[in-house]
């Protein structure tokens, strides 16, 4: 079955501190995978996907299709970080082909 | 214009009432999509149309209906629903639906619904 698990559902840290968001994935063929930010009172919006291999707001993340994971990171945290973080992979087959499924999220608090 | 707009950023019904969602997007986008959220949950997908015509319905109640007028508009049809229906809707817009190129998905801001 296609699943997609963000392990941690909160996530603290210290402001200039490194922060790494996990995110497993199990699907078959090879999913399109984005990571997408919903800070407090704002529209859901994209951060980044794999397939550009581009750093938005200091965070990058890496396809890793051995272990299946596709972990956000950031080595300074921002206080404007905090918000929720999902990880959505996207269907590449099948007869939901194109279909984006949220992880369960994981709220990032910056502390100053 | 690069965004998706949705009205009414909020709406309150009774379970016998008849109401719609709105959303609107002028990228040009040929995909669009009803979500539903519920608080501190990720969306869940409710509907996908593709050039005008639905292509995914995924088991919703039929007191939600949708509709798409033109490539531009989406609309949610909301009749007889329960309280347990109150949530974010976001709509959301891409360029094609299933496409083998790469293609994102974009999203409004939502209509918070309570059912009273």
């Known amino acids: 079955a296609q699943r997609v698990t963000q392990p941690e559902k909160l996530l603290s840290v210290f402001k200039g501190a490194p922060v790494e968001l996990k995110c497993n994935y199990s699907?078959?063929?090879?999913?399109?995978l984005f990571w997408y930010v919903q800070y407090s009172r704002q529209r859901l919006q994209l951060l980044l996907r794999h397939i550009s291999r581009e750093s938005i707001k200091g965070f990058t993340a890496d396809l890793n299709k051995g272990e299946t994971s596709f972990h956000l990171k950031k080595p300074f945290a921002q206080e404007e970080d905090s918000a929720m973080y999902y990880c959505a992979p996207k269907n590449a087959g099948g007869t939901s082909y194109g279909k984006l499924t949220f992880g369960q999220g994981t709220i990032l608090t910056v502390h100053p | 214009d690069t965004e998706v707009t949705q009205t009414p950023k909020h709406l309150v019904m009774g379970m016998t009432n008849k109401k719609s969602l709105k959303c609107e997007q002028h990228m040009g986008h040929r995909a669009m999509y009803w979500y539903k959220q519920k608080a501190k949950k990720p969306p869940e997908l409710m509907f996908v149309?593709?050039?005008?015509?639905?292509?995914i319905n995924e088991s919703v109640p039929s007191r939600f209906s949708p509709e798409c007028p033109n490539s531009s508009l989406l609309n949610l049809h909301l009749h007889a629903l329960q309280p347990e229906d109150s949530a974010l809707y976001l709509c959301?817009?891409?360029?094609?639906?299933?496409?083998?190129?790469?293609?994102?998905?974009?999203f409004g801001p939502g209509t918070r619904l309570t059912v009273l």
């Open positions: 149309y593709s050039y005008e015509k639905l292509s």
């Open positions: 959301a817009s891409s360029q094609e639906w299933g496409a083998a190129r790469p293609d994102t998905q974009y």
């Open positions: 699907y078959s063929g090879s999913p399109e």
